[in-house]
């Protein structure tokens, strides 16, 4: 069964602080693999796309990192701003698949304190 | 280059009632797929169009249906509105044509949706 798992489930750290997200899934066979960040009431926003030949991808504070292998993923956010109170989404496209045939985690909640 | 549109933002219906929600995806893209996000399951597809077409469908009742115009804009429709379909409701659009492995998704800001 194709599945996406997410871990934690809620975090909360201080603003500055880094901190890491886990995405483990088992789609197959894998495609690409997708990181949102969605505000709450508001629609997702993507932070990263990687294939499998990718290792890790970044944009700005943000660095994503796969091991297809092991068929997990992690999102690294760096020195944490309290705008970055969000819940991220991690996305799995199996091959050949489009938009319709996307897996998506339940999130993991972060919430970055003053 | 405008986003994905979603209208109306916010809506509130009685049990039994049907709603349609829209959605005008970015100039240019020709998918559109939609989801249903509560805070239980989390995003669940609803089904996928291309150029009118539906392309994939989800394990969602027939109360739910969509179709798309020949603009590309979407809309969903739900009918005998239930408790359970209280959600919120997103549209995304892409540009690709087939499977895309690095084809982004742009979606809406969502309508949310109260059945009471």
């Known amino acids: 069964k194709n599945q996406v798992e997410q871990s934690p489930q809620s975090l909360i750290i201080l603003e500055g602080k880094n901190c890491t997200l886990q995405c483990n899934y088992t789609v197959s066979p894998f495609s690409n693999l997708r990181w949102y960040k969605q505000d709450t009431g508001r629609g997702p926003v993507s932070l990263t796309i990687?294939?499998?030949?990718?290792n890790t991808k970044s944009n700005g504070r943000y660095t994503a990192t796969l091991d297809a292998d092991t068929k997990q993923s992690s999102l690294h956010i760096t020195a944490s701003q309290l705008s970055d109170s969000a819940s991220y989404i991690c996305?799995?496209?199996?091959?050949?698949?489009?938009?319709?045939?996307?897996?998506f985690g339940r999130g993991t909640q972060l919430t970055v304190w003053p | 280059k405008a986003g994905v549109t979603q209208t109306p933002r916010y809506l509130i219906k009685t049990r039994g009632q049907q709603v349609t929600l829209s959605c005008s995806p970015i100039s240019g893209h020709r998918s559109v797929s939609w989801y249903q996000q509560t805070p239980g399951q989390g995003l669940q597809f609803l089904f996928e169009y291309f150029s009118e077409t539906q392309r994939n469908k989800g394990n969602f009742p027939g109360r739910f249906s969509g179709r798309q115009f020949s603009n590309s804009r979407s809309e969903m429709n739900v009918s005998t509105l239930e408790l359970g379909d209280s959600a919120l409701y997103l549209c995304?659009?892409?540009?690709?044509?087939?499977?895309?492995?690095?084809?982004?998704?742009?979606f809406g800001q969502g309508t949310r949706l109260t059945v009471v």
């Open positions: 996305v799995v496209g199996g091959r050949g698949s489009t938009l319709g045939r996307l897996y």
């Open positions: 990687m294939t499998f030949s990718e």
């Open positions: 995304a659009s892409s540009s690709e044509s087939t499977g895309g492995a690095n084809t982004e998704a742009f």
